[in-house]
């Protein structure tokens, strides 16, 4: 069922080969101050490093450390190259797969992991990283990423001439999402309000057992024109050209120019989630397929072909990469179990009367199970 011939090669924006050979294209090549050998080097650091997080929080999830975890497994190039792009001042609207993209903002990883164990509603405040939480409800942030945007707009924060100032907001989805009304509203509202925001829609060509073939009889990137939205489609595993897309249109959406769809044509390399067997409705020969186009592999290549990458700095990546697994993971060790009275907390911004009286009828209740004197 994956994605071969005119769906997966109609109108791709590629910068880089499988092979890791840089190839040019007519309309889009990264800004030469923008992309140099040292940039590149730290986007395959990024990319390094949010694997061996990927992979360490997966096997915390199946050690029961971790409620569930999904994989981003495979799309760190599209993650990773569009969020380079971003200013500090843009604001990111992820879905719950963009481990890439908070890393990249300068997120400690461990607190994505809070999430996924339980132990809050999302571990982080939005204002630290202009980055909100992980959305769990499939497409509803495009809205929410929308609405943002459109009071950027408002707020006089769009075609300033300042880049210091002049802002874009992302929204982060995959491709089962564009099957949403949330997302398609999104895009209504976005086009006739000419809101400076990006809908950055990751095709891993599967939503959970569904391909993307069973949601869409063209390319995801062409519904955008139907809106009245400028769409481009790029290999999601070439970080160089997800850099480049993503770079023009954000610079669209802050000079005043709207919104853009950017159609990221990757392959999810895990399952869905820890809670999913993707044997059930993938091939071997497909999985092995995408394997022998590894997003990091192909920047790899390059680099070593370049001269950027000698096995000193390799090796010092690798480093990194292995004190973040286990820092993450004794962190992820460490968290105590918390009060389970604490789910009744931060649900709204004022006090509650509701929720209170939920809140005082759950500890009664809780209580009832406790021994004499209270003790667990």
Known sequence: MTQHGPLADAGLVQLLTPAGERVDHPDYSPRAAGLDGPALRAMYRDMVLVRA????ATSLQRQGE???????????AAQIGSAHALATQDYVFPSYR????LLARGMDMARVLR???????GGWDPADYNTQLYTL??????LH???YAMGVQRDGLVGTGDPARDTAVVAYFGDGATAQGDTNEALVFAAVNNAPVVFFCQNNQWAISEPTTHQARVTLAE?????GIPSVRVDGNDVIASYAVMDEALERARTGGGPTFIEAFTYRMGAHTTSDDPTKYRSAAEEEYWRQRDPIERLRLHLQATGELDEAQSAEIEAQATELAERVRHATKAL????????FEHVYASENGLVAAESAWFTEYEASFLPAGGAR
């Open 53 to 56: 997080f990927d992979n360490e």
């Open 115 to 121: 999430l996924f164990r339980g132990v809050d509603h």
């Open 66 to 76: 971790l409620g569930l975890w999904a994989q981003c497994l495979g799309q760190e």
């Open 137 to 142: 409800v499939i497409g509803s942030h495009a």
């Open 223 to 227: 519904r955008g024109p139907g809106f």
């Open 145 to 147: 990423a929308t609405g």
């Open 336 to 343: 105590g179990r918390p009060e389970t009275g604490s789910m």
């Open 98 to 101: 963009e481990h890439g993209v």
